[in-house]
């Protein structure tokens, strides 16, 4: 039987490096469990493995005598997916009426801006991480104040239905959208596959969130290609293909304008393949940049 690596540590690490993505871009085996991305607001490191991962900003705590009512957060805050989200100055219930209207009439923009409002407060019940130090945790603890302060008046059914907002997103082809339908897992919360494996829920969610990276692959987003190559290194969403994941890592350095060399390839990647799969996984990634991301790279004339 081949290895499968845990979809709950697949995840974990697409929400470090979701995290580390967008803070560094301008654009846009064990029975697996659905884990959405890191909400730690204490720091840059795992509390339990000191693994990078996608932080809240930290923040001061707020000095008074505690009586005031709390602030809301002036910078952006962190979503279930791990996504910064600016609400600009307005709660997280305003922020949502805001956009409601246009999101129901279809709109993918609002109807996004609905689901990432709506996921800044989906983890505000969930127990607090394991943290190394009392002074870590008390951290935590502030932070998640904030957000119950920002999502007062958030309803259980809105942020149930913030998953169907951001079907909607994806279904119509926004590229954010499509990444987190995937990180968001098939109920919005941690999720044992293995366990739910009949489950025709799950069985569909794992159909459409491949569908939906892919959909965003070729729209040459480097994050999706990179996701693909995980998924088909664990083997969960779809058949583990070794050949194929390692050709959506050449796709992804290509997305991003860099590139891995063949030695870099095949010591992280492909020491157990023959030469010509390894050969064949070359020549498939670049036909995947070609196709999904040199036609949308801009020309050195733009």
């Not at 607090?128 to 998640?144: H, I, Q, V």
């Amino acid at each position: 039987m081949s290895p499968t690596i845990p979809y709950s540590l697949l995840l974990a690490v697409a929400g470090a490096c979701l995290g580390i993505y967008l803070s560094t871009t301008a654009g846009s085996g064990e029975k697996l469990s659905v884990t959405a991305g890191s909400r730690d607001p204490v720091s840059n490191l795992s509390p339990r493995s000191s693994e990078l991962i996608s932080p809240f900003a930290p923040g001061t705590a707020n000095q008074g005598n505690g009586r005031a009512t709390l602030p809301l957060p002036s910078a952006a805050v962190y979503a279930r997916n791990g996504r910064q989200v600016d609400l600009g100055g307005l709660t997280a219930l305003e922020y949502i009426a805001k956009w409601n209207s246009l999101a129901r009439a279809g709109d993918k923009d609002a109807a996004y801006n609905v689901y990432q409002a709506a996921a800044v407060c989906a983890s505000n019940d969930e127990p607090a991480p394991a943290y190394n130090s009392g002074a870590e945790l008390d951290r935590f603890l502030d932070e998640r104040k904030k957000l119950l302060a920002l999502c007062v008046g958030v309803n259980s059914a809105q942020l149930q239905e913030r998953l169907s907002f951001l079907t909607l997103a994806a279904r119509a082809g926004k590229v954010e959208a499509q990444i987190d339908y995937f990180m968001e897992g098939p109920y919005g919360r941690d999720t044992d596959l293995a366990k739910s494996a009949d489950d025709p829920i799950v069985q569909q969610w794992k159909t459409e969130a491949v569908t939906e990276l892919k959909s965003a692959a070729g729209q040459g987003e480097p994050f999706a290609l990179a996701l693909l190559s995980q998924v088909y290194d664990a083997g969960e969403l779809l058949p583990r293909d070794a050949r194929l994941s390692l050709a959506y890592k050449v796709a992804e350095a290509d997305a991003r304008n860099s590139a891995w060399s063949e030695e870099q390839l095949r010591r992280n990647a492909g020491q157990k393949m023959s030469d010509s799969d390894f050969a064949s996984a070359l020549q498939t990634g670049k036909q995947i940049a070609a196709a999904c991301c040199k036609k949308n790279r801009p020309s050195p004339q733009e």
